[in-house]
């Protein structure tokens, strides 16, 4: 994202939320950075605008709720699998509702291009009861930006802004346009009946919560974020987000109803709609959510076959969802495998666990890739953290001979992310063979682009701040063998302290620690900027 931005430019639409969040008067920007969404704090960052890195997306969502239970106008960012991590938030936040504003990011990723699932995210706008834009390119991105600020600040709730992989990567023109909301104000009035969720208070803002979606959806039915594009009566199309864009080349002879804002739905609308067409489509990537949806309330519409559920659609997928080709697709043409790079540092740590034949459970991180050949030394990836809880468990019930082999592997990173609690758990039920975790410290959140977190002692906008000690850390939980591995360290030294660890009833931290290649450059430098000068 460039520093300054004109009034028309080529931007993706992650670049285009950050401008909208600079424009939108944001007063502060928190997420974890996670492909595709990190562009967007990255780019307010650079845009000067305020944005961090939280530890993880809980603890970034709580952090702009507390923001905008102050009055400001707060965004929280992060990929689909974080909503999973910010989940208990924000159920309860749409009780407490906000005093300024408060817009969370999803960045679904169909097809799974750097996910370990396909989950579908407009079910938590369901679940949790908060209105849901969906965007479907960088000038929708943008404008949408606003008009979830104005609902936010309108009602009182947390609206749910869902983009994809396609929405937030693929770069279309972006016009400024001539938005103007009024300054927030800022300040904290009590209201403890909101904002305590014991039961007695709980109750009746569930109720309020209603009364507020019943209104959404109200004024949804003639929301300028719906739009009615007319065509021929034979076929009419009722679709939202990137689908939006294939149908139209897919099928531009149809009627199209495009939703702006798919939850709540404006199902008079789409009733509307669906009478004036002979066949209503709904087409969408995905779950069948909207197709659910509309048949719930009574509206007919085909949907796609379950082959389409997988993958990202296509204009040529769509052509062949509204001619109810099931026949089998042709197969993707091969593409590279993704590999540790080469002269990674995390080469050295999956060579010792392949020669040693050990049961790894392991995390989600570059890391993940010592699943692949050469090294096949990984046994288990499940999400941020699982690692240590899912080698603990395999440790308390195998026979002792191989719960000697298990070890947990996890990047500093994910580390900070969720791997504190279960340190907690090892030291809290130690199993009786002891246990190894291993920290690969590569000093960044390498697959992510390169981020900064609380590890390595610098803010988002570069700023040196407080170092977390995963060594101190460790010893203070009460693990009794911590050790540091550095640059220096050989496989064999690796390799010696494996065996040692493996064979005792301790429990054992490892930190094996070795910059990233593409990161190295930048620690440098930091490192020698940190250096006193030398004295006169």
């Known amino acids: 994202m460039p520093k300054k931005y004109s009034e028309r430019m ?10 909208a969040a600079l424009d939108c008067g944001i007063g502060l920007g928190a997420g974890y950075p996670g492909t595709p969404s990190s562009e967007i704090l990255e780019g307010l960052s650079a845009l000067g605008g305020p944005a961090e890195w939280a530890p993880n997306e809980k603890v970034a969502l709580e952090v702009a709720l507390g923001a905008a239970f102050g ?11 974080g909503l999973n991590v910010a989940a208990d938030p924000l159920f309860t936040a749409a009780y407490t509702g906000v005093a300024g504003a408060l817009v969370v990011v999803t960045a679904d990723d169909p097809g799974m291009s750097s996910s370990q699932n396909e989950q579908d995210n407009r079910r ?36 749910l802004f869902r983009m994809t992989t ?21 300040g904290f009035e009590h209201d403890r009946r909101a904002r305590v969720m014991v039961p007695g208070n709980a109750r009746p803002a569930h109720r309020r919560l209603r009364a507020k979606l019943a209104e959404i959806a109200e004024w949804n039915e003639t929301s300028p974020l719906n739009t009615l594009i007319e065509g021929g009566k034979e076929l009419g199309i009722v679709t939202s987000g990137v ?10 002879e149809a009627s199209v109803l495009k939703l702006g804002m798919t939850y709540p739905p404006p199902l008079g609308k789409v009733r509307a709609f669906a009478q004036s067409v002979k066949r209503l ?9 909207l197709v659910e949806s509309l048949r719930t309330a009574g509206i007919p519409v085909e949907g796609k076959a379950e082959m389409y559920r997988f993958d990202e659609l296509t204009v040529g997928r769509v052509r062949r969802i509204l001619a109810g080709d099931v026949s089998p697709e042709p197969a993707p043409l091969p593409g590279k495998p993704p590999a540790l790079c080469v002269g990674c540092p995390h080469r050295r740590t999956f060579e010792v666990l392949s020669k040693m034949d050990l049961t790894v459970s392991g995390d989600i991180g570059c890391y993940t890739l010592g699943v692949l050949p050469p090294f096949n030394a990984m046994d288990s990836c499940v999400c941020m953290g699982a690692s240590i ?3 603990l468990g395999l440790r308390h019930v195998l026979p002792e001979e191989q719960a000697r082999r298990v070890v947990s592997v996890i990047g500093d990173s994910t580390f900070v992310h969720s791997g504190l609690t279960g340190l907690a758990e090892m030291v809290y039920n130690p199993p009786k063979t002891g246990h190894v975790v291993i920290i690969l410290d590569n000093g960044t959140t390498a697959m992510t682009g390169l981020q900064d977190h609380p590890g390595t002692g610098y803010t988002l906008g570069d700023a040196p701040t407080t170092r977390m000690n995963f060594e101190a850390v460790g010893s203070a939980m009460g693990i009794p063998k911590v050790h540091t591995l550095g640059q220096k360290t050989t496989t064999e030294d690796l390799e010696n302290l494996l065996r040692a660890s493996l064979a005792s009833n301790d429990l054992t931290l490892i930190v094996v620690r070795n910059p990233c290649l593409l990161a190295a450059r930048k620690i440098n430098e930091r490192a020698k900027a940190a250096q006193p000068a030398p004295a006169a």
């Open 10 to 19: 080529l931007v993706s639409g992650d670049e285009a939320v950050a401008a």
């Open 71 to 81: 009055g400001a106008r707060a965004l929280a960012t992060m990929k689909h699998v």
């Open 124 to 159: 938590y706008a369901l679940a949790a009861g908060v209105p849901m834009l969906e965007p479907s390119d960088a000038q929708e991105a943008y404008d949408f930006l606003f008009s979830a600020i104005e609902i936010s600040e309108r009602w009182k709730i947390p609206v």
């Open 166 to 186: 396609r929405v937030c990567h693929s770069k279309s023109i972006l016009k400024r346009s001539a938005h103007s909301l009024p300054p927030p104000r800022l």
């Open 243 to 252: 689908s939006f864009l294939h149908v139209r080349e897919a099928a531009p």
């Open 281 to 289: 489509v709904a087409v969408e990537e995905g779950d069948p959510y």
């Open 389 to 391: 809880g899912v080698g």
